[in-house]
């Protein structure tokens, strides 16, 4: 084929690729608007992207540390209602999902909270990717959940995809944030943190014990996370481009 003829499929990739982006935006807000609770007997949508892949989920803290307190909940214990619906989303679409602990009590309150060890045994399960889940902290005025990520275009990527579907969700303007975490410095694989929202926010705190609320956010983090994997089917260039530099600096 000639260098005419190279160009012509290289095109035809490329618009390939955005019909496969558009039908599959489609889908994603059909599917949402006509979502009811989680149906099991309704796939999220049709495609193949999670089939097969490992996803991991941290809910962090646990055991001995509760991590952060709102006024009724701890983080721990809405870490944990959280990442369990997460799974159910991703598992609907055909991932395997992996979960540091997956109930109360999986970590025994009398055992000390060592994330070298949690790392350890998140790095040895070969996973695709790890969601890490957090609540915030700070002025009784802050809310809305933030993505957090370490290092690497895909783990930049994975955060900016699924941020931009929680400032969807909830209307608001946060950005993703590079963060030294120990988790996300040491993961081998794309790793993210979603700071699902404030728990010194009274009103954030009673959504976020709300289990509608809890549906409702972590559909948008899984559908983030399909538009991330959308992305790995485009030229491999695209996810090699460095982060913007002013992100690094924040
Ligand atoms: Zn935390």
Known sequence: MGRGGTWMARIIGLLAAGLLMGAFFIAASVQSQSRNKLTPQLPPMA??????????????????????????????QINLEVALKLRTWLEMAGARVLMTWDSPGGIPPNRKYRVQQRVEWINRQGGDLLIDIHCNSGQSTYRNPQTFYWDGAASYHLAEDVQEELRYFTHSKRDVKRIDQYVLRHATMPAINVEIGYLTNRQEERQLMTPSYQEDLTWFIFVGTERWLLKGRWPPNLLESPPPTDLLMR
Do not use: N, Q
Request: charged share 25%; proline share 7%; hydrophobic share 30%.
């Open 47 to 76: 495609g193949d992207l999670l089939r097969g892949r490992t996803v991991i989920l941290d809910p962090g803290h646990g055991g001995w540390d509760p991590g952060a307190h709102g006024r009724d909940a701890t983080e721990a």
